[in-house]
């Protein structure tokens, strides 16, 4: 069995589409209209594993934010190279690379500067007003990276921080804003081409006609080094976090009701399959921690600020720096942090699976085969 992880999109992508081969996939690509930084071709790939008319289904997604996509695909990777004896009635699919263009491009954000997981919004309605960031939009996004005028940015957050609190200070920054295009976590004016995509997949793979589905949408870079916190953005009390708290326990968390490291936000992913799917749907995030808060800040102004100034080169030294830095907060090069993520993602896949199975079983009332429903070693 290879290294899942991979070294770039390219190669996640490649390392993706050959596992699925191996295991006899059924799968389908969207092509993106851009390319990447070296010019690759940018897709979200689609791996169907099982039968094609199961009704209970699990949804694996990566890199919703691209950068973060190096261990969702290892998680998708590793699944797919694992000896899995699906039972009768459940499937898995796999969404590989929802934004490609972020992913290739070492960002957070699409195409369009846009964060997927702020997006999620009806834009038939007024876009939300968040007055926090408007208030620390220039010193979220500088217009200099001299160390003076960082350290005077760093002080007006800080100042805001202490009048506010740090709760109010994170939903300032990160709950989502619509009026800064190129500043940390815009939602857009529109869905974003990931957003379309996920619609479609959604359509083409008639997941809203199935009696369940659970999706773990893999996210990094908040939330304690190493630790996969199973966020739940369904409504509290509702049957899908319901249902989320029996299969995953006690360590799911509510950002609703103030229980998660990750604040209450706009726009979310979440909404739109929730939206789209209903009651048969359990979604959660499973959000991998790597550096503190600020950290992620440091590496997001930098990379918002390359690419405010328009195209980039890819080959300059100042690009290398900032690229490496955004890549080191969402994916820490170290063994011992790859291997937690891992060992999360399969508990997490398990008991997911298991959730479908006990479902499944007791809907056509048959125990046979279940009993070999084993993911991993
Ligand atoms: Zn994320």
Redesign the pocket.
């Known amino acids: 069995m290879s290294n899942p992880f991979p070294r770039n999109y390219h190669h996640a992508r490649a390392s993706f589409l050959t596992a699925a081969h191996q295991a006899h996939a059924r799968l389908s690509s969207y092509f993106h209209p851009l390319a990447g930084p070296e010019g690759e071709t940018l897709a979200t790939d689609v791996a169907w594993i099982g039968e094609e008319d199961a009704h209970w289904v699990l949804v694996l997604l990566s890199a ?2 691209g950068v ?1 996509g190096f261990s969702g695909s290892a998680a998708q990777v590793d699944c797919l190279q694992q000896p899995i004896q699906l039972p009768p009635g459940v499937a898995i699919v796999l969404i590989h690379a929802v934004n490609p263009h972020g992913f290739a491009w070492l960002r ?1 954000v699409n195409e369009d500067g846009v964060d997927l ?1 702020r997006n999620f919004i009806d834009f038939a309605q007024p876009l939300p007003i968040n007055t926090g960031y408007h208030q620390l939009a220039e010193s979220i996004l500088p217009r200099s990276l001299d160390a003076v005028c960082l350290h005077h940015c760093d002080l007006q957050l800080q100042t805001f921080r202490e009048k506010y609190g740090t709760t109010v200070y994170e939903q300032a920054l990160s709950a989502g804003q619509f009026h800064h295009p190129h500043g940390l976590f815009y939602g857009g004016t529109a869905p974003t081409w990931s957003r379309q995509t996920c619609e479609t997949i959604i359509h083409d793979f008639q997941l809203a006609k199935r009696k369940r589905l659970a999706l773990i949408d893999f ?4 939330g304690p080094y190493g630790y996969g916190e199973p966020i739940c953005d369904h409504p509290p009390g509702s049957l899908g976090v319901t249902l989320a708290r029996q299969w995953y326990g006690e360590a799911v968390t509510e950002p609703a009701l103030g229980t998660s490291i990750s604040v209450a936000k706009h726009g979310l992913s979440d909404f739109g399959w929730i939206n789209l799917i209903g009651d048969p749907l359990v979604f959660i ?1 499973l ?1 991998f921690g790597t550096y503190p808060f600020d950290s992620m800040l440091q590496a997001l102004r930098a990379d918002h600020w390359l690419h405010a100034k328009g195209v980039i080169d890819w080959n300059a030294p100042e690009t290398h720096a900032i690229k490496a830095a955004i890549r080191q907060h ?1 994916y820490p090069d170290h063994d011992d942090w790859r291997a937690r993520v891992l060992t999360r993602s399969r508990q997490s896949i398990q008991q997911a699976l298991t959730g479908l199975a006990n479902e499944a079983r007791r809907s056509t009332r048959s125990i046979t085969h279940f009993a070999s429903l084993q993911y991993g070693e």
């Open positions: 919703t934010h973060e957070r997981n996210h990094t870079g908040i995030a959000e969402f």
